[in-house]
């Protein structure tokens, strides 16, 4: 199984694992399991940094160097990803606006994943590919 962390999973994962559910960790540890990580984190993670590095500490370039260190694999933005964002359920019906949440599930979607997350409202897009841990 293929599973694709959210942001904040993929910096807990790195930076203070306590942070991450046992029921998670256990998946994670599952020689069953590719733990994988998308480019879009760490664009994300980067945009974040430079708009609130007291806040927000964790450069794209760490964070892709640490989760090579821990055998996660990087997942890079392909065409029929950003396809996939057309099958997605719109802001109207979601309440929800973060296009790299989006682009996550999108990616998950399209690859066949389990997409992790800690962010109980991207589950109003009903994808069978999100799940809240």
């Known amino acids: 199984m293929r599973v694709l962390m959210d942001t904040h999973f993929l910096v807990w994962a790195i930076y203070d694992d306590s942070?991450?559910?046992a029921e998670l960790?256990?998946?994670l540890a599952d020689d069953n399991v590719t733990v994988e990580y998308s480019i879009v984190?760490?664009?994300e993670s980067e945009i974040k940094h430079r708009k609130h590095p007291d806040k927000f500490?964790?450069?794209a370039s760490d964070l892709s160097y640490y989760a090579q260190l821990s055998d996660y694999c990087q997942?890079?933005?392909a065409p029929d990803h950003i396809y996939a964002l057309s099958g997605l359920k719109d802001e109207?019906?979601?309440g929800h606006k973060d296009?790299?949440?989006k682009m996550l599930i999108a990616q998950a979607r399209s690859e066949n994943m389990l997409f992790v997350t800690h962010d109980k409202r991207l589950l109003a897009y009903n994808e069978p590919?999100?799940?809240y841990f």
């Open 19 to 21: 942070k991450i559910p």
């Open 25 to 27: 960790m256990d998946l």
């Open 41 to 43: 984190s760490l664009w």
């Open 57 to 59: 500490d964790y450069r």
């Open 75 to 77: 997942l890079d933005l």
């Open 92 to 94: 109207k019906e979601t």
């Open 99 to 101: 296009p790299f949440d």
């Open 129 to 131: 590919c999100v799940r």
